[in-house]
C-alpha cells in the first residue's frame, strides 16, 4: 500500500527519501513504518535509514549498467544517496531539524 501525506510522520519520511510517486514507490507504508520504529520515530532518522537502503540496493543490485550507449554508474547513485541520508543525520544530531534539540543527550559518569 502508498500513502503519502506530508503531514504526517510516514509523509515525511516519503518526502525526504525521495519516495513520493505512488506509480513507482520505493517502500510500501509498512515499511516506512518499520523505518520510523526503528529509529525511535525520529522523521530525519528514518528517513536517512530509507535512503542507506536504498544506496546499497542500488549499489548491489545495479553496479554499471550500460543502456542506448548511455553509461549509468550505480556507485555514483548510491554515493549520493549515502550523502544525503548523512546530512539528515547532521541535521538531526545537531538540532538543524526545526527543533533546536537533538535527540542523542549527553551523560557522564563520574567515577572516584
Not at 36 to 54: E, I, K, R, Y
Not at 99 to 109: L, N, Q, R, Y
Request: net charge negative; with cysteine.
Amino acid at each position: 500500500m502508498f500513502n503519502y501525506d506530508p503531514a504526517t510522520p510516514q509523509g515525511k519520511v516519503r518526502l525526504l527519501a525521495i519516495d513520493t510517486v505512488s506509480s513507482d514507490i520505493q517502500y510500501s507504508d509498512a515499511e516506512i513504518q518499520a523505518f520510523l520504529d526503528l529509529q525511535g520515530g525520529v522523521v530525519l532518522l528514518a528517513a536517512a535509514a530509507a535512503l542507506d537502503t536504498s544506496a546499497a540496493s542500488i549499489a548491489r543490485v545495479q553496479g554499471n549498467t550500460k543502456f542506448a550507449g548511455i553509461v549509468v554508474d550505480g556507485s555514483k547513485a548510491a554515493t549520493a544517496l549515502s550523502t544525503l541520508a548523512a546530512e539528515l543525520r547532521r541535521q538531526c544530531y545537531e538540532g538543524d531539524d526545526g527543533t533546536g534539540v537533538s535527540p542523542i543527550d549527553w551523560a557522564e559518569m563520574v567515577v572516584d
